[in-house]
């Protein structure tokens, strides 16, 4: 009889929670909303969602508050988002990265498909390949010259294990036969003030972070890995038109919950990003900072989700064909 009583109790206490959920989901939000940047400031990532943060604010009636968790290639973040109550009170932007590292660090990653939901895809650009003003090459054939001459390894920075950058080093440094020592950062603003300040040689790093520097002429441009020249820096090739097509890779990013959290939420949260992402403002400081929003008919969470699914497949076929070992840093 006991037994039934408290089975009785555990039914009533589910059916009260399932009978909660609709009205919590109809109230969302009512307290701030926490969103993890996976890496430190300055990089594309704290960029693009500051860029949004305000306006996506206002669409949700609730502050968006950034919290920087820099680490392992942005996996420290996607690992304290995977803990966080699926409640929508905890976001994350996260990009290319985020499907790579468990390619290549399987060991240490967590299952983003089964530990992660994506609400949005945020946005999509390309990267250039920028030295420091004190490499000794003004193009891409010098560059490579230089790279295999006898005086090197390369000093070549990345963002972090496991991100599109990091990738884009090992496959260049491979596909031109030259030896580099990948140096690790927690995020692409502080490898960019290295190759500023000359401490670095190479990095891969989006327009939101390099475009200005190099028309100012405080980094050297040498590719630009998309299907088409940038349009602020004709002059500089594409990959593709160098001779390495491969490296013409989209870099995009986008905003997660956990898993299980509610869909009246995470709809909730998707239309505010398009929301924001209609607005004529941010489509102006896309422009200006060379990224574009995806096609209405991939802004829904599931697009989303079998967008993220299908990257993941992508990376993890492209890591094994090639046979890419990276080091420890």
């Known amino acids: 009889m006991r037994r039934i009583s408290r089975n009785l109790k555990l039914f009533a206490l589910a059916a009260l929670g399932f009978a909660c959920a609709p009205a919590a989901a109809a109230d969302f939000p009512t307290r701030p909303i926490t969103v993890i940047v996976p890496y430190a400031p300055g990089g594309p990532s704290d960029i693009a969602m500051r860029t949004i943060a305000d306006r996506m604010s206002q669409a949700l009636g609730q502050s968006l508050v950034t919290e920087n968790v820099p680490g392992a290639g942005g996996m420290i973040g996607a690992a304290k988002l995977a803990r966080s109550a699926p409640d929508g009170y905890t976001m994350m932007i996260h990009q290319n990265g985020l499907v790579i590292a468990p390619a290549l660090y399987p060991k240490q990653s967590i299952d983003v498909e089964k530990e992660l939901t994506a609400v949005g895809l945020v946005n999509t650009s390309y990267s250039f390949l920028v030295g420091s003003t004190k490499v000794p090459a003004k193009t891409l054939p010098e560059l490579i010259a230089w790279m295999k001459g006898p005086a090197q390894p390369v000093k070549f920075a990345h963002p972090g294990i496991g991100t599109l950058a990091h990738l884009q080093a090992i496959i260049f440094a ?4 030259a030896e580099v020592t990948l140096i690790g950062y927690k995020g692409g603003g502080q490898a960019m003030s290295d190759i500023v300040g000359g401490h670095a040689d190479l990095v891969w790093a989006a327009p939101t972070t390099s475009a200005e520097l190099i028309l100012a002429k405080k980094i050297q441009g040498y590719g630009f890995g998309a ?5 602020r820096l004709p002059e500089i090739p594409t990959m593709g038109q160098s001779g390495y097509p491969n490296l013409d890779i989209p ?9 299980g959290t509610p869909k009246p939420i995470i709809d909730k949260l998707n239309a505010a990003l398009r929301e924001t992402l209609a607005d004529e403002k941010i489509q102006k400081a896309y422009v200006e900072r060379g990224v574009q929003a995806f096609p209405p008919d991939q802004l829904s969470p599931e697009a989303a989700n079998a967008f993220v699914a299908a990257e993941a497949k992508k990376w993890g076929a492209v890591v094994r064909e090639a046979n890419i070992q990276p080091e420890a840093n």
């Open 227 to 231: 299907p088409q020249r940038y349009p």
């Open 251 to 259: 870099f995009w990013q986008a905003l997660f919950v956990p898993a």
């Open 174 to 177: 491979k596909d031109i036969g």
